[in-house]
Structures are given as C-alpha cells and as structure tokens.
C-alpha cells in the first residue's frame, strides 16, 4: 500500500524553469526520501530528510518537510532536460524493522 | 567501487513457470531489499535481508519468497507463475545494519520480468 502521494502526477516545464513536486503522506515518520528514476530503469537516491529536519538542500535541489501537516517538497532549480524522470517520494516509520513505502511518483518532462 | 548488480536483465517467461533473480549489493552492505513495480500497483515492497535473514516482508503471496547468502548476495523465486507478475523487479542494498537506522537505498538496473 502507498504511503505517499505525489502532487502532481505529471508536470512539464521548460528548460531553466523550476520544478517543484509535493508529498503528502499518512503515519508518523522517522525520515522521508526521494528518489528519481529514468525511464524503467533503477532508482537514484536524491536526498533524505529526517522527521525534527525542516528543510535541505543538495545542489540543485531543496526539500522541505512538515510533519504538522505530513508533507514534503521537492524544488529542482534552474531545470535541465537530463532531469526529465520520474520522482518518488519514500517515507520510512519509526520502529524497529522499518521499511521504505513509496508513493506512485510524478513524471516530469523539461522541454530544451 | 560497483554498484548493485541484477541478473538477468531480461526474462520471458509461461504462466505456470518459475523464476529466480540475483542481485549482488555493493561490497560491505549486509542489507538487501527486493521490490516489484508494475505501472498499476507502482513500487511495492516485497522483503527485506540481512545477514542472511528475512528481516521484513512486504504484503506479497507465499509464491514470492527469497533468500540471502553469506557474501551478502540475494536470489528472489517466484513459482508457478501468473500474468500478473510481469513487472520490473528492483532489487536495493544499504548499509542499514539496525532496523532502527534512517538509511538510503541504492538500486539495481532491476530484471524485467515478462509472463506470457
């Protein structure tokens, strides 16, 4: 079963342009991930954010989370078409045995 | 140093059939997880190994079942095949030791799995 949902399901943009995708999810949390995937392909991890996080940045991209209202975002700055992929969002529970629990995804499409 | 590898890439299998998957982690990760993504569904987990154990399991039928070796490499069986299994299966590796651990996952190329 999906614990995250992705918003939009598909966004196209232009190159330069920023891209920002959104996460809502359901239970409590220990961290939220996000991965990308190209075209059938294997998942690349992104970046994580742990649960008392409130925002992160790595190159190009920026993540926030709050927990008040179980949500993440994904912003991507100053797009590129190498970033036209799929993205997911993947939140691990706290507990012992914890897993990974992905959302169905967002498509982007970064027109050159 | 390698990423994780999957083989075989590709496999065309009969209904009623079996299968088994291999992946090979990223040297010193003892933590290797096994996923099935179909458009419909999307990525669903299927279970979790370390040090040669199940440690989690994901909400799939008793067909579905794997195994983890001492080198840390893992094989998936799937038996008696149905249509509906055809998907990508992505296997991951971490570096998760404790199952309390926040962790990042790195994947296979996955084995495109299609049941005819």
């Known amino acids: 079963s999906q614990q995250g949902e992705e918003d939009p399901q598909a966004l196209s943009i232009q190159e330069g342009e920023n891209a920002t995708m959104n996460c809502s999810y359901k239970?409590?949390?220990?961290?939220l991930q996000w991965y990308r995937q190209n075209s059938g392909r294997g998942l690349v991890h992104l970046i994580l954010i742990r649960s008392n996080e409130r925002e992160k940045h790595s190159g190009r991209l920026r993540v926030t989370l709050d927990t008040s209202k179980k949500s993440s975002s994904l912003l991507i700055t100053a797009s590129r078409a190498a970033d036209t992929a799929s993205y997911f969002c993947a939140t691990v529970t706290s507990g012992a045995n914890s897993k990974l629990t992905f959302g169905k995804g967002i498509t982007l499409s970064v027109r050159p | 140093k390698a990423g994780v590898t999957q083989t075989p890439r590709y496999l065309i299998k009969t209904r009623g059939q079996q299968v088994t998957l291999s992946c090979s982690p990223i040297?010193?990760?003892?933590?290797v997880s096994w996923y099935q993504q179909t458009p419909g569904q999307g990525l669903q987990f299927l279970f979790e190994?370390?040090?040669?154990?199940?440690?989690n399991k994901g909400n799939f039928p008793g067909r579905f079942s794997g195994r983890q070796f001492s080198n840390s490499r893992s094989e998936m069986n799937v038996s008696t095949l149905e249509l509906g299994d055809s998907a990508l299966y992505l296997c991951?590796?971490?570096?998760?030791?404790?199952?309390?651990?926040?962790?990042?996952?790195?994947f296979g190329p996955g084995t495109r799995l299609t049941v005819t």
């Open positions: 040297s010193g990760h003892r933590s």
């Open positions: 991951a590796s971490s570096r998760r030791t404790s199952g309390r651990e926040s962790y990042e996952q790195y």
């Open positions: 239970t409590s949390i220990n961290n």
């Open positions: 190994y370390f040090s040669e154990t199940q440690r």
